[in-house]
């Protein structure tokens, strides 16, 4: 290790690399009898941080691309892209029909416009590619990005009486998975201020959930970590400011409460002691 900072120690890497499904907080510090649940908290962040390998390579071929909300239900909401508490995020994921699923991407997004989303498609797609969308407006300069487009209008499925969900079954089996993992593994305690490592963290997992080898996980996630800038603990928290602590009142003299009390009922402070009868 070149820094201890990344928390990429042999025993929480190994916890957090080789658990199928990932380890929470509470899990790794019970396991590891780590006597502060915030330092298992930041170990793990600290690992989560370091998943996003920089120059990795972008998706390819046919990829599906949508949105979602990841949250806590809400009292309201008209669905869709309707603004609320929760986060939106953009899926894309590699899907060859008749072949199952390849690699997927997701990133917290502020909005579902135009420019949000090409950006996005922009920076984990290849050009080239053939991206998958729903028939939403703001996918209409994906053609002159580079892209062979296929919008598939969701309104015209269910008039003809067609599943949605098979219009772009990859990212939506890739929300339904994501939502699920953070709801059991991680007790839904994933805030929006910390979701996209959580993301990172089930794309790293995702994305090789065909290896037989956990050593190898293991292996990888050490390598990313020696690779990585260190990160610190006021990296990640929402607030690294220390507290302020109240300032202490001075006293008459300067000395602790105790000795200014009055000294003739305090004999042995005395400086003239009476003489041992």
Same mark, same amino acid.
């Given at each position: 290790?070149?820094?201890?900072?990344?928390?990429?120690?042999?025993?929480?890497?190994?916890? $957090?690399?080789?658990?199928? /499904?990932?380890?929470?907080?509470?899990?790794?510090?019970?396991?590891? *009898?780590?006597?502060?649940? %915030?330092?298992?908290?930041?170990?793990?962040?600290?690992?989560?941080?370091? #998943?996003?390998?920089?120059?990795?390579?972008?998706?390819?071929?046919?990829? &599906? +691309?949508? *949105?979602?909300?990841?949250?806590?239900?809400?009292?309201? #909401?008209?669905?869709?892209?309707?603004?609320?508490?929760?986060?939106?995020?953009?899926?894309?994921? &590699?899907? !060859?029909?008749?072949?199952? $699923?390849?690699?997927?991407?997701?990133?917290?997004?502020? @909005?579902?416009?135009?420019?949000?989303?090409?950006? $996005?498609?922009?920076?984990?797609?290849?050009?080239?590619?053939? +991206? +998958?969308? @729903?028939?939403?407006? !703001?996918?209409?300069?994906?053609?002159?990005?580079?892209?062979?487009? &296929?919008?598939?209008?969701?309104?015209? !499925?269910?008039?003809?009486?067609? /599943?949605?969900?098979?219009?772009?079954?990859?990212?939506?089996? +890739?929300?339904?998975?994501?939502?699920?993992?953070?709801?059991?593994?991680?007790?839904?305690?994933?805030?929006?201020?910390?979701?996209? *490592?959580?993301? /990172?963290?089930?794309?790293?997992?995702?994305?090789?959930?065909?290896?037989?080898?956990?050593?190898?996980?293991?292996?990888?996630?050490?390598?990313?970590?020696?690779?990585? @800038?260190?990160?610190?603990?006021?990296?990640?928290? !929402?607030?690294?400011?220390? %507290? %302020?602590?109240?300032?202490?009142?001075?006293?008459?003299?300067?000395?602790?409460?105790?000795?200014?009390?009055?000294? &003739?009922?305090?004999?042995?402070?005395?400086?003239?002691?009476?003489?041992?009868?």
């Amino acid at each position: 290790m070149t820094d201890r900072s990344n928390a990429a120690q042999p025993p929480v890497c190994w916890e $957090f690399a080789t658990a199928k /499904d990932g380890v929470s907080a509470l899990s790794l510090q019970r396991t590891l *009898e780590i006597g502060s649940y %915030k330092t298992a908290w930041s170990m793990l962040h600290r690992l989560r941080r370091v #998943l996003r390998r920089p120059g990795r390579e972008n998706l390819a071929g046919r990829v &599906e +691309v949508d *949105e979602t909300y990841i949250g806590g239900h809400e009292e309201g #909401l008209a669905g869709g892209r309707a603004r609320g508490k929760k986060s939106l995020v953009a899926v894309a994921v &590699e899907s !060859a029909e008749g072949k199952g $699923f390849g690699r997927c991407r997701m990133q917290v997004i502020p @909005d579902a416009s135009g420019a949000t989303l090409d950006a $996005f498609v922009t920076d984990v797609v290849e050009p080239g590619a053939h +991206v +998958v969308t @729903d028939g939403w407006g !703001a996918y209409r300069g994906l053609g002159q990005l580079g892209y062979t487009h &296929e919008p598939r209008n969701q309104s015209e !499925a269910k008039r003809a009486g067609t /599943d949605i969900s098979t219009l772009l079954p990859g990212v939506h089996r +890739v929300a339904s998975l994501v939502k699920r993992w953070l709801a059991s593994t991680h007790q839904g305690s994933a805030g929006p201020e910390h979701l996209q *490592e959580y993301l /990172d963290e089930f794309a790293f997992r995702f994305n090789r959930r065909k290896s037989r080898s956990r050593g190898m996980l293991f292996y990888r996630v050490l390598q990313l970590a020696v690779g990585h @800038d260190p990160v610190r603990y006021r990296d990640i928290v !929402a607030d690294p400011q220390p %507290k %302020k602590m109240p300032p202490v009142p001075p006293t008459t003299r300067g000395h602790p409460p105790t000795l200014e009390r009055p000294d &003739e009922h305090q004999p042995w402070r005395s400086r003239h002691p009476s003489p041992l009868r």
